[in-house]
């Protein structure tokens, strides 16, 4: 896993995302509430203390519950990712995601490769969605763009046209490995955003982490 200057780089990111006039982005323990020193990802509320990994920068806010990933197996996938993150592309990652699926025989390698193509052309559709004359575009007036929060960002199909059209982003996700092909995506072109491993099923985690900015 990559130390040092990839996660000050994530950091970098972070501050630029988080920011609004009067507004920081802050994030909370998800067992005591305590606001997170972003240094560490360490709580601050007396009495807790807890400290949480990151991986390039993200923080892993998941708890244990009952979820669809399994948290270890997806961290050590993340690691590997990481460890490729210097010398590689969006694409490479995304594949490299992809045949860790095949190998372990959960997709097809014809299912694996159309996911692939699916998932680099959702940017022109929610491109798309964003524009003026789009859903989204039209439910959400310019002077309403602000800040959007992705939960489920994925590997950023929407937060990467999102970051280009709100005045700031954020996405969260319940895979770590996602997160890392995601932070890639967006570095490519330069869109700052706060990205978040995190439960956020309703009635769960969500409900004693939430990882969306609140006025500091």
């Not at 097809?108 to 798309?128: D, N, P």
């Not at 602000?146 to 996700?173: K, T």
Request: hydrophobic share 40%; net charge neutral; proline share 6%.
């Amino acid at each position: 896993c990559l130390p040092g200057p990839q996660t000050a780089m994530m950091g970098n990111l972070t501050v630029r995302a988080g920011v609004w006039p009067q507004e920081v982005a802050i994030l909370e323990c998800p067992h005591r509430g305590g606001d997170l020193a972003h240094d560490e990802f360490r709580c601050t509320r007396p009495g807790c203390g807890s400290r949480f990994r990151s991986l390039l920068g993200i923080p892993d806010l998941r708890i244990a519950q009952d979820a669809a990933v399994d948290y270890e197996e997806d961290w050590t996938l993340a690691c590997s990712l990481a460890d490729a993150y210097p010398g590689a592309s969006f694409r490479d990652l995304l594949e490299r995601v992809w045949r860790s699926r095949v190998r372990q025989e959960l997709v097809s390698q014809e299912r694996a490769e159309m996911r692939i193509a699916q998932i680099q052309r959702t940017r022109l559709k929610h491109t798309q969605d964003m524009d003026d004359t789009g859903w989204l575009g039209t439910l959400v007036p310019r002077n309403a763009r602000a800040r959007v929060l992705d939960l489920g960002c994925g590997p950023g199909g929407f937060l990467l046209p999102a970051g280009r059209v709100f005045g700031n982003a954020a996405g969260i996700d319940i895979s770590m490995a996602w997160l890392v092909v995601c932070r890639k995506r967006l570095e490519a072109e330069r869109i700052p955003a706060l990205l978040v491993c995190a439960c956020a099923e309703p009635g769960s985690a969500w409900d004693s982490a939430p990882a969306a900015p609140r006025a500091a």
